[in-house]
């Protein structure tokens, strides 16, 4: 017998978000949907999908899909195969997207181009959508987004992404849009299916042609130097001053993971206590209170604890990620980490493991690649974690002489140290 | 010239990326990122005494390669 799945997908139109990483998609995703968003994963892969809705001016609702970002259409990545599936139609448990709206980074058009142009060989109706305008014009770049339109064949719509209004321009589009006759905004019916090697790298020689005939013809043909973040990088990435600055970050950090966290563990700790209590005083002694409190309280209670620790250091890893400081912590890193055949990516999750294993693996997820995440995830655990300490302290007692070595140096200090080194297993 | 030997700060542009014996895929994977035929590099900022990962400017973005990566990118003098 053969089993065959039949998937119902809503009737409103799933309008697919597509843009190379960096060029402030999910800021649009965030302006267009709301707070209405659900976040959940692709069928069988660790890659995030977000999916809101869009109630237009008429009154129709669409679906909105934040696609993972891309460089190109050629999947090398876990997220860039679930864009290409999601885009092809074939990624299990989803409908192929009946509009993509094409983002690009006015800032920077040449890289964002070659997308979209591989995006008109899907056969799908696209759209250009202009983002960040707003930047480009502070930095006296002039877009003309008819003549970019008229070069590329597709409707070019400008937005901002971070301004509450910026995407109106975009909403007002979709409203007026003939939702029953997309494809007049097909470049091409036929969907050619996943590029070979071969035919990926004659594409991007030709797009990349065509992307300069058209920067020039748009009198955009030069490079724009952001000089505020060059400014910020000669002192962020500089080979001294950068890890001195990277390492008072994470000290602070870390301090503030263990001292801030401290009162609201009490608090938890108390409260499960109090709880516990409650029920020895009003259950009857049997098995069923044993469950309750010896079971269910003091093993989610025992997870709860953990949670104000793992809020924190996600508060900060969110900060270090959204300033763009973690890319540039992955830079200074990447040496010490690359012994260990991982990115600089890796160290925070490791360096967190220290204090507790669960928010270490947890923060693996900002990690791309996915076997340097499996790497972290796998070693995370082997790090000397917190509650290590007190059987450490145990042992050392009980075994180790208390006496006093050269230099007033304590045998049982040094031991405890050398256990620590030896719990780092890439040193 | 290859790219790990480029002087900082000095504007270049990109020649061709060499394939890649060992690593057959990164020769894509620097095209898609923007390493092709016409672009112009400079190269931002080298590790201490020159090693460990450049940041390399290409287009309007910038990256940071390895050096097995910068190796692999030949780069040609803008005639001025």
């Not at chain 1, 069923?288 to 997870?303: E, K, M, N, T």
């Not at chain 1, 070693?379 to 450490?392: D, G, H, N, Q």
């Amino acid at each position: 017998m053969t089993e065959s799945r039949i998937h119902f997908f809503a009737k409103e139109p799933l309008v697919a978000l597509l843009g190379n990483p960096n060029c402030g998609k999910t800021a649009l995703f965030n302006l267009l949907t709301g707070s209405r968003q659900k976040v959940a994963n692709y069928s069988g892969v660790t890659v995030e999908r977000k999916e809101g809705n869009l109630t237009l001016a008429s009154g129709k609702v669409i679906r909105i899909l934040d696609l993972p970002g891309a460089y190109s259409l050629y999947p090398r990545s876990l997220d860039e195969r679930v864009t290409c599936d999601v885009l092809h139609g074939r990624a299990a448990g989803e409908k192929r997207p009946d509009l993509v709206l094409c983002v690009l980074n006015a800032m920077n058009l040449r890289a964002n181009l070659r997308l979209v142009l591989a995006a008109k060989r899907l056969g799908l109706p696209c759209v250009v959508v202009l983002n960040m305008v707003d930047i480009a014009k502070r930095h006296g770049l002039q877009i003309d987004e008819q003549a970019l339109a008229k070069e590329l064949g597709m409707p070019v719509i400008p937005t901002i992404g971070i301004q509450a209004r910026g995407a109106d321009d975009l909403k007002s589009y979709l409203a007026q849009l003939d939702w029953r006759n997309l494809a007049a905004l097909s470049n091409t019916s036929l969907d050619q299916g996943d590029e070979t090697v071969i035919a990926h790298s004659e594409h991007i020689e030709s797009d990349n042609i065509q992307v300069h005939r058209i920067l020039k013809k748009l009198n955009l043909d030069h490079v724009i130097p952001d000089h505020f973040s060059d400014r910020l990088d000669s002192v962020l990435l500089h080979p001294i001053i950068g890890p001195i600055i990277l390492t008072v970050l994470l000290f602070f950090i870390f301090q503030a993971v263990f001292s801030w966290a401290v009162y609201p563990m009490e608090l938890i700790k108390l409260g499960l206590e109090y709880l516990g209590g409650l029920l020895t005083q009003f259950l009857p002694d049997n098995w069923f209170r044993s469950l309750l409190i010896d079971g269910i309280l003091a093993g989610v209670g025992g997870v709860l604890t953990f949670l104000p620790q793992i809020l924190i250091l996600f508060f900060f890893i969110l900060a270090l990620e959204e300033s763009g400081y973690l890319p540039r912590a992955a830079y200074l890193l990447d040496r010490l980490m690359g012994r260990a055949g991982l990115s600089g990516r890796s160290f925070i999750p490791l360096l967190s493991s220290f204090a507790c294993a669960i928010p270490g693996i947890m923060a693996t997820r900002s990690i791309s690649n996915a076997r340097d995440r499996l790497i972290t995830i796998l070693i995370a655990p082997m790090m000397t974690c917190s509650a290590r300490l007190p059987v450490y302290a145990l042992l050392i007692s009980a075994f180790i002489p208390h006496t006093k070595l050269w230099f007033d140096l304590d045998l049982q200090g040094l031991v405890l140290f050398a256990l620590y080194l030896a719990g780092i297993p890439f040193l | 010239m290859l790219l790990d030997q480029a002087s900082l700060g000095t504007l270049f542009r990109v020649k061709g990326v060499l394939p890649s014996t060992s690593t057959p895929e990164v020769k894509g994977q620097l095209e898609d990122i923007g390493f092709l035929t016409g672009e112009q590099v400079t190269v931002l900022r080298k590790g201490l005494f020159g090693k460990g990962p450049i940041l390399v400017r290409v287009g309007s973005s910038t990256f940071a390669l390895r050096e097995n990566e910068a190796k692999l990118i030949e780069l040609e003098a803008i005639a001025s």
